[in-house]
């Protein structure tokens, strides 16, 4: 099936300092969704992407949907310490569009 | 509050036994899906209903089963329960298909 691989895995960062993450498949995705999970609680959308080459911002994140269609990225700026948490990519299966295949995550950590 | 509400947050359990968790999705959603997420882990599909009908079926073990009712709430049912099964599950809702809502969760502990 369709997998999702994001990297790094983890991070470690300094509030104030700017994040890139990103996500790549094996696969094209016409979709691209990033959604953060705080510990113990449920993922939340933060960003969604609907086309190739799209770029969009939430605040301080941008991401950007890869010209490929294989892949996505997440910026975020001047960090701050509730950005602490798991940041996932996501997109709909081809197969089954209803269904969303999950990355394998992006833990963020913020240090003072 | 995404909405997505989630019964119980937390459920602690002997193994063999059987449980039961519960979801009401946002108002107006009429898919509901089930993820589960074990410790550190990604999240794995398991299950979508779409008013009422099951529509996709992900890795989800022959022990869970789970429904959605005609008021759109649904269930997810975990039996003959071993240590392995100890994890989060999520509910989720959408109207669209693609974007999807999720609940709180629900941590399940086997012991």
């Known amino acids: 099936g369709q997998q999702l691989n994001q990297s790094p895995q983890s991070m470690f960062i300094q509030e104030g300092e700017d994040v890139s993450m990103n996500c790549t498949s094996s696969?094209?995705?016409?979709?691209w969704l990033w959604y953060k999970q705080d510990p113990g609680e449920g993922p939340v959308l933060l960003i969604a992407l609907y086309k190739a080459g799209e770029l969009t911002s939430n605040g301080r994140l941008t991401a950007q949907f890869g010209i490929t269609r294989k892949d996505s990225f997440l910026n975020i700026s001047a960090s701050i310490p509730s950005d602490v948490g798991i940041y996932f990519c996501a997109g709909p299966n081809t197969g089954t569009a209803s269904k969303l295949t999950f990355g394998t995550g992006t833990r963020l950590q913020v240090t003072l | 509050d995404s909405g997505v509400t989630q019964t119980p947050k937390h459920l602690i359990t002997a193994t063999g036994q059987r449980v039961t968790l519960r979801c009401s999705p946002r108002s107006g959603d009429l898919s509901v899906y089930w993820y589960q997420q074990s410790l550190d882990q990604g999240l794995q599909f398991l299950i979508q209903?779409?008013?009422?009908?099951?529509?996709a079926k992900g890795n989800i073990l022959e022990r869970f089963s789970a429904q959605q009712f005609p008021d759109l709430h649904s269930e997810l049912n975990l039996s003959s329960l071993e240590l392995g099964d100890s994890a989060l599950y999520f509910c989720?809702?959408?109207?669209?298909?693609?974007?999807?809502?999720f609940g709180a969760g629900s941590r399940l502990t086997v012991l």
């Open positions: 696969s094209i995705f016409n979709t």
């Open positions: 209903y779409y008013n009422g009908e099951e529509r």
């Open positions: 989720a809702s959408s109207d669209t298909g693609v974007v999807l809502t």
